[in-house]
């Protein structure tokens, strides 16, 4: 497979394993906080800070759970003046480089800083994509052709789905000149992969604005097959086919006179509207065949009403623009937030109803107000998590979701699970390392109302976490004595341990030792 390389490659292809871990610190719940503590129960999630980190502490609860990933990362167009971050120059990012690509990011052009901040950021939401999972990113010609190559190297080419264009508006400044160097720009794209070659898209269909009636179809058509040349209304064709085998045939014929005869008993006239109408009540579901002589004593098929129109990859019946739509929502001004029509065809295409949804580019939080906007249309229960690096975060991105009537916790990120020599930071409150132990260890939540050593038991396994910021603990028959929770087997963190072997193989204890084995999850 065509590789790209580019200047830094090499020191970000596996730097997601070594972002550290961070807590995330929940600020404020909205509408109101009620419960008081946090509620990890995966209610809307908007996070400010950069989401290298945040998709790093959103792996613990998320890894393999979200259903559709929607982004729109900065296009590296070259352009300072926007309110974001659009090349990759964010005082944050231009830190990070310098971190994690050394002296060599001092050389690196746009489009290699760029490649070295996408590329680890694409590997965590691999891995928090779901196996039937799709990702869709939003980006122009700048990137597009380098995005193609990233993507097929994190994703594995074999789940490129689809470039879906969108149209954009046109600029008719090169209307004055008599050459060029290139064409107007009228679109971007949109770019699917799946998690899974095996992963299935749904059928997907364009809204008509506006409903076409029922029409028929001749039933002869040209290509020779004798075999389906046979009698219907006492004509047998002498060259080409019919369109259905014998017997379908025969069944359609059947049910247009029931339907015939169903809109003569309620005396009405057997037009194209009540022929629809009757359709619609009775055989939509079923999706049964209809097959009638016509005036001309032609034998037709029925095409049925649709609202749908069958569906490809030209989504130029919608703008990449939502300016009109954003400014409805605030008076703070935001380049190019994206037409929220287009992340809501995208969600209901792919995903259930109960989805989670996650945007880690989240901008003015367009994703959140289409998931707002579906869930109202279908009665849906999709929850939404969005990260935003800028401090608009709050005034910008949340405020839009507040008026929009989105019900979401705000986090900040919090401090780091680990110090840099390795050791637990004892800034973080042991509930966060409690919880984190925990989730690592059985993908589920502890019990909130747990105190002392005692995390949770799964799975006949009883989990304790035995720690003291200010001293060392030992694991030991004293420390045992203290245990009232029967288990088939028993987890026990602690600093050190003082029991032998063949005591903790006999009573099937697992020592593990703070920090190695926390930082080993
Ligand atoms: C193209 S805009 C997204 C616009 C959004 N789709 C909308 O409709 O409003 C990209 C956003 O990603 C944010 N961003 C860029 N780098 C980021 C990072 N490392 N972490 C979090 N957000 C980042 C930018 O601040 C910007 O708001």
């Known amino acids: 497979m065509p590789t790209l390389h580019w200047i830094g490659k090499d020191k970000v292809v596996n730097h997601h394993h070594d972002v550290p871990f961070h807590i995330l610190d929940k600020k404020y719940s909205f509408p109101t906080d009620l419960s008081g503590f946090e509620n990890l129960t995966g209610l809307n999630k908007i996070i400010h800070g950069d989401n290298l980190l945040a998709l790093k502490a959103l792996l613990p609860e998320y890894e393999g759970k979200i259903k559709c990933i929607y982004i729109d990362p900065p296009y590296n167009t070259g352009n300072e003046n926007w309110v974001y971050n659009d090349n990759v120059n964010h005082p944050q990012i231009k830190k990070w480089l310098g971190q994690v690509v050394g002296r060599e990011a001092e050389d690196l052009t746009r489009h290699d800083k760029w490649l070295c901040m996408m590329y680890p950021r694409l590997k965590l939401l691999h891995k928090l994509l779901a196996d039937d999972g799709a990702i869709f990113i939003s980006i122009d010609d700048n990137e597009v052709s380098h995005l193609r190559l990233i993507m097929d190297e994190v994703f594995g080419s074999g789940n490129f789905r689809n470039h879906i264009i969108i149209k954009r508006g046109t600029k008719s400044v090169q209307a004055q000149f008599d050459s060029i160097d290139k064409l107007g720009i009228a679109c971007e794209h949109l770019v699917c992969y799946s998690k899974n070659i095996s992963y299935k898209l749904p059928q997907f269909y364009f809204d008509l604005e506006e409903a076409k009636e029922g029409t028929w179809n001749n039933h002869w058509r040209g290509t020779d097959r004798p075999t389906m040349r046979y009698e219907i209304f006492g004509i047998t064709p002498e060259e080409g086919q019919w369109r259905w085998g014998k017997q379908r045939s025969e069944i359609a014929i059947e049910n247009y006179k029931k339907c015939e005869n169903d809109i003569k008993n309620k005396n009405r006239v057997v037009n194209q509207k009540n022929i629809d109408d009757w359709y619609l009540l009775n055989a939509i579901e079923k999706e049964i065949d209809l097959l009638r002589l016509s005036k001309n004593n032609k034998p037709e098929h029925y095409i049925a009403p649709t609202d749908k129109k069958f569906g490809h990859n030209l989504w130029t019946d919608l703008m990449v623009n939502g300016t009109s739509e954003y400014n409805k929502y605030s008076e703070i001004k935001f380049d190019n937030p994206k037409n ?155 600093d050190n341990c003082l029991l032998t072997k063949a005591y903790m193989l006999e009573k099937h204890i697992i020592f593990k030792k703070i920090p190695r084995d926390i930082s080993k999850l």
């Open 340 to 494: 929220s029509k287009i992340i809501e065809r995208i969600f209901k295409w792919v995903g259930g109803k109960s989805d989670i949804i996650l945007d880690s580019f989240a901008g003015s939080g367009t994703t959140a107000h289409a998931v707002i906007n579906l869930n109202k249309a279908d009665g849906g229960n999709r929850k939404f998590i969005l990260v935003e690096m800028e401090d608009y975060a709050e005034n910008i991105t949340a405020e839009r979701v507040r008026r929009v009537g989105g019900e979401f916790d705000f986090y900040e990120l919090g401090l780091p699970l680990f110090e840099e020599d390795g050791n637990l930071n004892e800034k973080v409150p042991t509930e966060k390392i409690r919880e984190y132990i925990y989730f690592m260890e059985t993908k589920a939540l502890p019990n909130m109302g747990e105190a002392g050593y005692f995390l949770g038991k799964h799975s006949e396994t009883a989990y304790y976490f035995y720690y003291e910021k200010e001293s060392q603990t030992n694991l030991d028959y004293d420390f045992l004595s203290t245990i009232k929770i029967k288990a088939e087997q028993y987890v026990i963190y602690a």
